[in-house]
């Protein structure tokens, strides 16, 4: 066999194989994949490990529950992005990527703890549109408070 067949032969198994690899990785990850999904799991901690161990300072109660409702839909503003009923579809969140939380999502209350929802409102959430709103916008204490009432947005499955 001549040394040009060879080389041929080669070639057109190297552009075969690239070729191949292009179908198949463009089939295991789309162009379209929206990166900001991946990278914003819900299981991917947006609080350091020592927002875990911060307590309330306000006792549960009903009477909290309506001052975290009022807070939620008033002073507070989380209802434009994080929706009336904290389904994450405020007007405002609509353009936002990532989207806001959806709050009433179970995954949500079983993988974050009281400390590390205040730990967000109170410092953000870096790359996000959620920025500090506590002390800013609303006391701590309110923070505090308006956990009380998200934790009753979430949903049974
Ligand atoms: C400008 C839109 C906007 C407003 C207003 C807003 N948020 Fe957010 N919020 C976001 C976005 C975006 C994220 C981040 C989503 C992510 O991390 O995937 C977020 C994240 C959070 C988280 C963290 C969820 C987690 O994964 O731990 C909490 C808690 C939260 N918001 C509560 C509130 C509360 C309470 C208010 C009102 C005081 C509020 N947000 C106001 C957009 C907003």
Known sequence: MSQG????????????????????????APPDVDQSVMTFSLSRPRAPSEARKLESPVPFSKEMVEKGDEIY????????????TGKGDGDAGVLLSPKPTNLTDPNLHLLRRDGEL?????HGVEGTGMFSYAPRMISEEEAWIVIQYVRTLKEER
């Open 118 to 122: 205040f730990w967000a409102i109170k």
């Open 5 to 28: 067949r060879i080389v041929v032969i080669l070639l057109s198994m190297i552009v075969g194989f690239s070729v191949f690899v292009h179908f198949f990785t463009a089939a295991v």
């Open 73 to 84: 839909h008033g002073k507070g503003n989380c209802y434009v992005c994080h929706g009336p």
